[in-house]
């Protein structure tokens, strides 16, 4: 029972933190985020299921195409829902990135149906019997590309010159212009980057979850919450966070009973936090006068 | 000159040209995930009206005409719907509540101004036992109490279950369907391995699962709607633990072997109806007339959700019977009506005093058909492979 429910929250797990890890991108760069994580998530899964099944591409170039037209999607909410109010020093980003969540999720009910339908895929059906317990190949492969993913943002950020540079700007953005380094654009990139993601994440839920244009609501809210529990300012803590949450969770579950699973695992949060407000992995952010 | 006096001679053979019809209101989704349940009910009662007003209509030639709104499966809709329909339309005689949370809301309307409501769907035990001392709602449909009782009796039947164990999805309807279980449970002497409930929206129920496995369960009552009933047969796929699964009607609502995958047709499911196998008299009749009027309908699978098709045609035969018995379409004489029906051949059953001052619902666990998913249509169980 303790592994089954391990093996769920690691998949589960890894999806919150990839989710979170969109939040912590942008947060970095602008300290703004798109609160909306969760639409772009059901974007991911209802694009390549378009591509997928209604269009009849095989699955590799569906999913890629669903992720470019994820960010596009990331681009345009750092245009209309970040960028007029983030420039002027307003907080109405908040608002406007809720806002334009809603019109997404509407807009997908409206053209893709209120209908949920589901996203097979052949070989995410395969099993196999790990030490008496039962595992399929999709929840090995969810945590693997998870981390895989986090892997490649640690690589990007540190090891290439877009990355450098985005840092930079996560360092001191005045200094960074100051430099030649193009802001604005590395905000840009951060935003595509943050729902991309999500997109993966959306796409690899799909054939574990259904598709529909509800699919990223609590999904999101529960990615806020791993963010703020990794200290938001940590890549691996936030993904690690997102384990932590995942495994927990289930570990209630299985162990105590869903009628517990929520009220258990939030209190855990607020606990957490109000014994390191910075989160589990966070740092204090230093304010210089 | 001229033209004045054909308009008055107009005016004056409207009246004889057809005595006013009387308005049959319906309020269910019409729009959205459970559209195809609204159409179900839509072309049950258009096919009973259009049966009866071949037959010369009611209260001495009267015809019967069908005014329909959108309740969007919300309770705030659905009464501005029903308000609009009692006292705007004047319908004789409200249809709706697909969903209980909106039938639950209508009810106070119905009873408080004295208009019957009949509900064709929903299955919420206390929308027919609402406490009311003047009970103006009546049932054409399954009873989640009831369905409770026969989900036990089935399982013991035909899978010679012991220890169910119960995954419910977390909302009212699956609190309902808790309390019936439980009663059913214990009315028996029996035990259940366990409760769980799951999210409408949670993708893993591995963990609730593997708990109930853990407490020795050897079949599932699964109670919700088709979306979160087929998480819950895909997580037990992921766990290759195969109990028995006994269901409330939910997995019906949709496309559900597309959304659960092949083991979807281990899902042992409630319905009142199935246009499947031999057909009566009745059956047959309604199956061609369906065929005839709608030309998507090319033989009974393509009559789904049955249950919205079949409970909405005997409740509407019914309620013709019931308004010819009051002799006027007064909401008094209407519910009166009701209770004098002796006897009337239907497609469900035979109804024989269907309706009393105790006796609300038509129809009983007796009534109740199984039903699993073969390929894309509802079947009865074993009649496929």
């Known amino acids: 029972m303790i592994g089954s429910a391990l093996i769920s929250g690691l998949g589960l797990g890894s999806m919150y933190g990839l989710l979170a890890l969109g939040f912590y991108v942008t947060y970095a760069v602008s300290s703004t985020v798109n609160f909306a994580q969760g639409s772009s998530m059901m974007l991911g899964a209802v694009f390549a299921y378009t591509f997928s099944v209604r269009l009849g591409w095989p699955f590799v170039p569906a999913a890629a195409m669903a992720l470019v037209l994820c960010a596009v999607y990331g681009l345009l909410v750092e245009l209309l829902a970040v960028r007029p109010f983030a420039s002027r020093g307003s907080n109405a980003w908040l608002m406007a990135t809720v806002a334009l969540g809603i019109i997404a999720d509407n807009t997908v009910l409206f053209t893709f149906g209120k209908e949920p339908r589901g996203f097979a895929l052949p070989w995410a059906a395969a099993s196999t019997n790990v030490l008496g317990v039962h595992v399929s190949a999709l929840q090995v492969s969810i945590p693997v590309a998870g981390l895989a993913l986090a892997a490649i943002l640690h690589w990007f950020s540190r090891k290439t010159k877009h990355g450098k540079a985005m840092l930079a700007v996560v360092q001191n953005a005045d200094a960074a212009r100051l430099m030649g380094i193009n802001v604005p654009l590395a905000i840009m990139a951060a935003y595509a980057m943050s729902t991309v993601f999500a997109g993966a994440a959306g796409i690899m839920i799909a054939p574990l979850a259904n598709v529909h244009s509800d699919l990223g609501t609590v999904f999101g809210l529960k990615a806020f919450a791993v963010a703020i529990l990794g200290g938001i300012t940590s890549a691996w803590g936030v993904m690690l966070a997102g384990l932590i949450f995942g495994i927990v969770e289930s570990l209630i579950t299985a162990l105590l009973g869903s009628a517990y699973t929520q009220i258990l695992t939030f209190t855990l949060v607020i606990v957490a936090l109000a014994l390191m407000p910075h989160g589990l992995f966070g740092r204090a952010e230093l304010k210089k006068v | ?385």
Not at chain 2, 128 to 157: C, H, I, P, W
């Open chain 2, 1 to 385: 000159m001229k033209r004045l006096f054909i308009t008055l001679a107009l005016a004056a053979a409207l009246p004889a040209f057809g005595q006013e019809t009387i308005k049959i209101g319906l309020v269910t989704a019409l729009s959205g995930q459970s559209a195809r349940a609204g159409e179900a009910l839509t072309r049950g009662l258009q096919v009973a009206i259009d049966e009866i007003n071949a037959k010369g209509g009611v209260l001495n030639g009267r015809k019967i005409e069908l005014v329909r709104r959108d309740d969007e499966a919300t309770p705030a809709k659905g009464v501005i719907a029903a308000r609009e329909l009692y006292f705007k339309e004047k319908v004789a005689v409200l249809f709706g509540g697909l969903d209980s949370p909106v039938a639950l809301a209508i009810v106070p309307i119905a009873n408080e101004n004295k208009l019957p409501f009949m509900d064709p769907w929903a299955a919420g035990t206390p929308i027919t036992k609402n406490g009311a001392k003047d009970n103006y709602v009546f049932r054409v449909s399954a009873v989640d109490e009831l369905v409770d009782k026969a989900m036990l009796q089935y399982a013991q039947k035909t899978f010679n279950a012991k220890n169910c164990g119960m995954i419910l999805v977390n909302n009212p309807w699956g609190e309902s369907n808790e309390k019936g279980l439980r009663a059913a449970v214990s009315e028996k002497g029996a035990k259940a391995a366990g409760i769980e409930k799951f999210e409408p929206n949670d993708i893993d129920v591995v963990p609730q699962l593997s708990r109930l496995k853990s407490q020795g369960a050897d079949c599932l009552f699964l109670v919700g709607n088709v979306g979160p009933s087929s998480q819950v047969v895909k997580s037990l796929d992921r766990m290759g633990w195969m109990p028995p699964i006994v269901s409330h009607w939910g997995p019906a609502g949709g496309r559900f072997t597309e959304l659960a995958g092949p083991s979807a047709k281990n899902v042992h499911f409630v319905q009142t109806y199935s246009f499947f196998g031999r057909q009566s008299a009745v059956g047959d009749k309604v199956l061609k007339a369906l065929m005839a009027k709608y030309p998507d309908v090319k033989g009974a699978g393509d009559v789904t959700p049955a249950v919205g098709v079949a409970n909405a045609y005997d409740a509407m035969m019914l309620t013709a019977l019931a308004i010819e018995k009051a002799g006027s379409t007064s909401g008094t004489a209407i519910r009166d009506g009701y209770y004098k029906i002796d006897r009337y051949d239907g497609l469900i059953k035979t109804y024989t005093k269907p309706f009393g001052p105790q006796q609300h619902d038509a129809l009983n666990e007796n009534d109740y058909v199984w039903a699993q998913f073969i390929d894309n249509q509802i079947v009865p169980v074993g009649m496929k492979q």
